[in-house]
């Protein structure tokens, strides 16, 4: 219990070291995979990344930058993205950092007008309720009724029309165990009165909420550029039948991540693949219900969505926000 409380809170000062170095860049007429790729490369350099010893410490998900309407899972699948922040955009930054496979997981959203105070203010007042919420022992559907009711409350006017905001009904918090991003229970950001899971001393959770002014549903759009080897089904049998530069590929991947999530972007490198062989394997892996992919989420077009989220321990009397700094 304590080797994980240390470990996570080394992780956490990591990120928010890591934030610290990377707010004055996200601005106007940057390029995304310039920042994606700082923020990668000092999570490495923090954490004291080892090729020879991969999972001691690193990169605990690819770096999510989300913008506008599409509310998460987009990062770069190359090196040679083109795209660049515009003024208008309402950027949400998501990255994760581990020690010795715990993780921790938070994000933060980014926008250059005013316009969008309320929106952004609706997710982090409704992170915030949650995390006011979290103990031991507490019914997780109290802590969702109270978000859904937070952002509920917020209204936005964007060009001369007024938007109640919303839940993105699809998203929620959840679980996080060692070298597992998603465990066993969630915290939905809706009210759902049957689900009756609670809190438990040692649990760690990432409180994460999503403020819509579109429809609150999410659809799968776009290149996936996030993937993780489905460690819920691992079957001996799902194995047979792979190529030798397959199996090649998959060996090097349990090496380098196992079950914790990973980008296109990065495999290239693991084998000295081209990118189309890459998208090839994987492809496969994923039909073979072998590596799950997580493909880019959007909600409805045009309009815009933020997120804010911590990662926290439960404790008997108390809740560590593990994440939590200055910033926010």
Known sequence: MEDKLQSLRKAAEIHKKVRNLVKDDIKPGAKVIDICEKIEHNVRELTKFNKEEPLKGGIGFPCGFSINDC???????????????NKNDVCKIDFGVHIDG??????????????????LNASKDATNTGLSLAGCDVRINEISAAIEEVINSYEIE???????????????????????????????????PHYNEKMKEGEVYAIETFATTGCGETVERGDCSHFMIDYLNQKPKRFQGLMDHQKKFLKQLYKNRATLPFCQRW?????????????????????????????????????????????????????????????Y
């Open 102 to 119: 715990h993780i921790i997981d938070s994000a933060w959203t980014v926008s250059f007008d005013e316009k969008y105070d309320n929106l």
């Open 71 to 85: 509310a998460a899972h987009w990062t770069p699948t190359s090196r040679n993205e083109s795209r660049i922040i």
């Open 158 to 192: 964007l060009n001369n029309k007024r938007y109640q905001i919303k839940p993105v009904r699809s998203l929620c918090g959840h679980q996080i165990d060692k070298y597992k991003i998603h465990s066993k229970k969630a915290i939905p950001i809706i009210n759902i």
């Open 267 to 327: 495999s290239n490198s693991w084998d000295n693949l081209e990118k189309q062989k890459v998208e090839y394997i994987l492809k496969d892996l994923v039909d073979r219900n072998i590596v799950n992919a997580y493909p880019p989420l959007y909600d409805k077009k045009g309009g815009f969505v933020s997120q804010f989220e911590h990662t926290i321990m439960i404790h008997k009397d108390k809740v560590d926000i593990l994440s939590r700094g200055d910033d």
